[in-house]
């Protein structure tokens, strides 16, 4: 097929995640990059070889662009997004889909009315590392799943990042920066969400500011829940348990386990694309009195079953391909709306001290088609 020409408003610190290996993704043409710092964007077009540097309504205008990737701070996903529809561009926009259920319900009407396709990252569920242990769940190798543990803590970002003051504003915190790996992953291997229990506090009213020095000067107001943790029932019958913290040190949770009535898959870390799922079934042992402790047995690397150079353009390439054919994507508005109407549930439930019902639906992402290392990506 023609590439899918995309045009990219936002150059901040996610950029590179996307272009870095864009060439892998021969079905995609970068045509311009926009951002309200004029000095950033030609920098960055430069340094990637893109051939517009824009304001973003220039590109919004520009009608090479067909495809609007949008790289935008969380709380100008659905505006920027909004944009982009009523100028008729398709739109993937980071994770948050949008801060709230009523601004991602625009962004479909809106979708809807112009007849152009919305979706939402994250796209490692498209990586091998996913896609391996989804195969492994379809294929029967732990049985039915039961349930989920999965978990993303740390100490926070400030010690690291440029602009940390929108993460601890509403609309953000753990749940909807790093929540939306869990669960995303979570309903590609076991469906759609019914209903969510939650405790989501905050530890502090302020941080202490960093400085590049390695001193503080100062605080950040912390505006929403740091520390969340919760349960999800699927209408598949299966349960999770999820943890996400900027209140954590370190420790020795895995990120992603999932245990079936024959057995149990440690899959790789849900924000990268690449890693290769362990297996482990279920053995004699384990129904002793003295039960095989925790890690122990025989636990087994598995082989990938998909191409593990993905990286983050793999869900513009899969995007591409579904405008192409008249197909909705994977990431597609419908299965975005779901993920973050179970994401905000998490501080909703805390609130009102009670289970909070899932009122959208979505389908189950289909998989991918197994490729080895040198074949094109396949979407099919």
């Not at 509403?170 to 939306?180: H, K, N």
């Not at 779901?338 to 959208?360: C, D, N, T, W, Y």
Request: aromatic share 8%.
């Amino acid at each position: 097929m023609d590439p899918i020409r995309v045009g990219i408003i936002g150059v901040g610190n996610v950029l590179n995640q996307y272009l870095d290996k864009i060439g892998v993704h021969p079905d995609v043409e970068i045509v311009a990059l926009a951002d309200v710092n004029a000095e950033a964007v030609a920098k960055r077009a430069a340094e990637y070889s893109v051939p517009k540097a824009l304001t973003p309504d220039e590109l919004l205008a520009d009608p090479a662009v067909e495809l609007v990737l949008n790289l935008t701070p969380p709380n100008l996903h659905a505006p920027v997004t909004l944009q982009a529809i009523s100028a008729g561009k398709h739109v993937l926009s980071e994770k948050p889909f949008a801060t709230s259920l009523e601004e991602a319900q625009q962004i479909l009407d809106a979708a809807r009315a112009a007849g152009v396709k919305v979706g939402s990252a994250p796209t490692t569920f498209l990586g091998s590392g996913m896609q391996t242990s989804r195969k492994l769940i379809d294929d029967g190798w732990i049985g039915r799943p039961v349930a989920v543990f999965g978990s993303f803590a740390n100490r926070g970002y400030e010690h690291w990042h440029p602009n940390i003051d929108p993460f601890y504003s509403p609309g953000a915190g753990p749940m909807l920066d790093i929540g939306p790996y869990l669960v995303t992953n979570l309903v590609n291997f076991l469906g759609p969400a019914k209903r969510v229990s939650a405790s989501a506090p905050r530890s502090s009213e302020t941080r202490p500011r960093p400085t590049a020095d390695g001193g503080y000067d100062g605080v950040i107001d912390i505006k929403t829940p740091t520390h969340v943790t919760g349960s999800i029932d699927f209408e598949s019958g299966a349960t999770a348990t999820v943890i996400v913290s900027w209140d954590v040190w370190n420790h020795n949770l895995p990120h992603l386990e999932i245990y079936g009535t024959s057995g149990s898959i440690a899959a790789p870390n849900p924000d990268h694309f690449s890693g290769a799922p362990i297996l482990r079934r279920g053995e004699p042992r384990d129904l002793a009195l003295d039960m095989t402790p925790p890690g122990g047995g025989d636990w087994r690397e598995t082989a990938i079953t998909h191409r593990d150079d993905a990286y983050r353009g793999i869900g513009l390439a899969e995007f591409g391909h579904a405008i192409r054919n008249g197909l909705e994507p994977r990431t597609g508005g419908a299965f975005a709306y779901h993920v973050l109407e179970v994401l905000l549930a998490f501080e909703k439930s805390s609130e009102l001290g009670r289970h909070i019902e899932i009122e959208s639906t979505c389908e189950r992402p289909r998989p991918l088609p197994s490729v080895g290392p040198h074949e094109p990506y396949r979407f099919d």
